[in-house]
């Protein structure tokens, strides 16, 4: 017999009746495959159409992108998007305050705000207040036209609806921390702010952050409300030019893509603000 042969059968000895193990097959999944690659055709055929559709003048669109026009009004829209977040959540997180004391009468008065502001559509919250004149002409003897000037009465308006729901997401948020974490606290001897701040906070923070966040983009998609009032944010300045100019695809596509833009930047922005107060729990994994 061959050394080799010889060597071979040294190496693997002759098992009688034992089987090779068995070959794990994955199941197929045609359907899958078969819906995906369709979803890819439609996909590729919309974004096809949208390219080379005439209709969107695309030279146009890049011409107006960065006008100043275009960038005022995108940066009005920055500032009230900011007033109005940091406004509404000093205000939410006092109603959510008031919601958990132990005071009736101020959490029948967290509520029944909450209630009425969450009841009463943005828009007829801003055009009462645009036209609040009508109920209230002079305030501390000033004109109240003179005193409420449209950005003053964008401001007011969203930030008493974004209050509302501000108040709503903060309570959720301290609701969620465990009642034992706060009792720890206290049998260690930290003093309220110390609890607040140490232990209660950064732990709300977690059920905080994702709703805060896709409030933020509401926020910023909702300030396009505005225009109904004649402030000159994005959507009223590409609206202001496609009244003269007659463009209104290619102007109505620039506040689109630049809409997208920031939206897209703060939703980045979202993802590592809720990965920093996940730390040490099952989802930084």
Aim: aromatic content about 10%; cysteine-free.
């Amino acid at each position: 017999m061959p050394s080799d042969t010889l060597a071979k059968s040294a190496a693997v000895p002759d098992t009688p009746g034992r089987a090779d193990p068995p070959r794990i097959v994955p199941q197929r999944r045609p359907g899958q495959w078969t819906a995906a690659v369709v979803v890819l055709v439609l996909l590729g055929l919309a974004v096809n159409s949208v390219l080379r559709n005439d209709a969107f003048q695309w030279g146009v669109v890049a011409d107006w992108f960065t006008s100043d026009a275009v960038l005022r009004g995108l940066w009005l829209t920055l500032w009230l998007t900011a007033v109005v977040m940091v406004l509404g959540f000093a205000l939410g997180t006092l109603l959510a305050a008031f919601r958990l004391s132990a005071n009736p009468v101020l959490r029948a008065v967290s509520w029944g705000y909450v209630w009425l502001f969450r009841s009463i559509p943005i828009l007829v919250q801003l055009l009462l207040w645009f036209n609040i004149g009508a109920l209230y002409p002079e305030v501390l003897g000033v004109k109240t036209v003179d005193l409420l000037g449209p950005v003053t009465v964008a401001v007011i308006g969203l930030t008493l609806h974004e209050a509302a729901y501000a108040a709503e997401v903060v309570r959720g948020g301290i609701l969620s921390v465990d009642r034992g974490q706060v009792e720890a606290a206290q049998a260690l001897g930290l003093g309220r702010w110390r609890r607040w701040r140490r232990i209660v906070l950064p732990q709300a923070m977690r059920a905080i952050v994702p709703p805060a966040g896709n409030m933020l983009i509401g926020t910023l998609k909702g300030t396009s409300i505005v225009s109904v009032i004649a402030v000159q944010d994005l959507l009223y300045s590409v609206q202001l030019v496609y009244h003269r100019t007659y463009q209104v695809i290619p102007m109505l596509m620039v506040a689109t893509v630049w809409y997208t833009v920031v939206t897209s930047l703060l939703g980045i922005g979202q993802y590592y603000v809720e990965k920093h107060y996940a730390r040490g729990t099952e989802r930084t994994r």
